[in-house]
């Protein structure tokens, strides 16, 4: 089939999306921040087949995120080492880490625990803003175009590979495996990012996404299942509905803000700026999120925090 050209608005979300959106990337990078990094080891660890992790880990590398090096203690071996730019993944981590832990808590021996080393406490990470320190509430959000508010052409190749529909995470120790169903699919992805943009209805979300409606339908309706919408008929015979996050869908938009910083940062390839500004209404500054532990106040970096996974054995991030 011949795809046409198709153009977006520039968004940093759609852009990080497009990097490491892909549910089997999202996965590699964590495996990678948890200590596994040979091909072996990820093998076992995410139940995906040969082929299709080293599809991925080879665009990983091509955008950045891995670099391959021979294993320092086995020099016949390679091992898949983070970069400066996926080590700033890291706050999407642990956001994504928060919002797992409050929606769908796992069993003791799944439980993530984290440990400030600069405080010496155990630590629950916060979004908060950095001009008045309060949390961030996606509520309390207003968007302005950037410098950068223009369209993007949009890579085919990225579009085939992260259409697939949403399934479920195999990886038996991904810690945020139903994060990981929502943002892991494209449309899904995207359709939850315009919603914290105040849109509600079918034909709304369906002008801004280059998407059949067959396929908008379906991502809608897994989203109503898993809690992200509620609906509201606004209009009988026929009937329509229109779409409210729900709390724990709000609750998403820590993770979101952070992606949305990260493509920012490291994904703006016509170097024209910020596609979109935020303010933060609470104190109508430029809203710049950062995360912090919720102890002494300080941002977290991924070598000041120890985490352990279930009761035993203390691992370090990155
Ligand atoms: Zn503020
Ligand atoms: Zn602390």
Redesign the pocket.
């Known amino acids: 089939m011949l795809l046409e050209p198709l153009t977006t608005r520039a968004s940093s979300i759609t852009r990080a999306l497009d990097q490491i959106g892909d549910k089997w990337c999202i996965l590699i990078i964590q495996e990678v921040f948890w200590g596994i990094n040979s091909f072996s080891g990820m093998l076992e660890a995410m139940g995906v087949s040969r082929g299709v992790l080293s599809n991925r880990l080879k665009w990983l590398q091509s955008v950045g995120c891995l670099r391959k090096r021979a294993d320092e203690e086995n020099p016949g071996r390679q091992v898949y080492h983070l970069t400066r730019k996926s080590i700033d993944l890291y706050h999407l981590a642990l956001m994504a880490v928060q919002w797992e832990e409050k929606h769908h808590p796992p069993p003791a021996a799944g439980r993530v625990h984290l440990f400030h080393s600069s405080c010496g406490h155990p630590v629950s990470p916060r979004l908060r803003?950095s001009?008045?320190r309060?949390d961030v509430d996606g509520r309390d959000v207003e968007y302005h175009p950037g410098p950068g508010a223009t369209r993007d052409t949009r890579d085919k190749k990225v579009r085939r590979r992260s259409s697939l529909p949403a399934s479920d995470v195999p990886s038996e120790h991904s810690v945020y495996r139903n994060l990981i169903n929502l943002v892991g699919d494209r449309w899904t992805a995207n359709v939850i990012a315009l919603a914290f943009h105040g849109l509600h209805r079918f034909d709304e979300f369906h002008r801004e996404l280059p998407v059949a409606t067959n396929i908008l339908a379906d991502r809608m309706r897994f989203l109503v299942e898993h809690g992200i919408f509620a609906t509201e008929a606004y209009q009988q015979r026929p009937v329509r509905y229109a779409y409210f996050l729900t709390d724990k869908g709000w609750d998403l938009f820590p993770y979101f803000l952070s992606l949305l910083q990260w493509g920012d940062k490291w994904c703006d390839p016509t170097g024209a700026g910020r596609p979109m500004c935020l303010t933060?209404t609470?104190?109508g500054?430029n809203l710049h999120g950062e995360v912090v532990c919720d102890h002494c106040g300080e941002e977290l970096r991924a070598h000041h925090v120890d985490f352990t996974i279930g009761p035993p054995k203390k691992h370090r991030l990155a």
């Open positions: 803003c001009s008045c309060r933060h609470l104190c500054e």
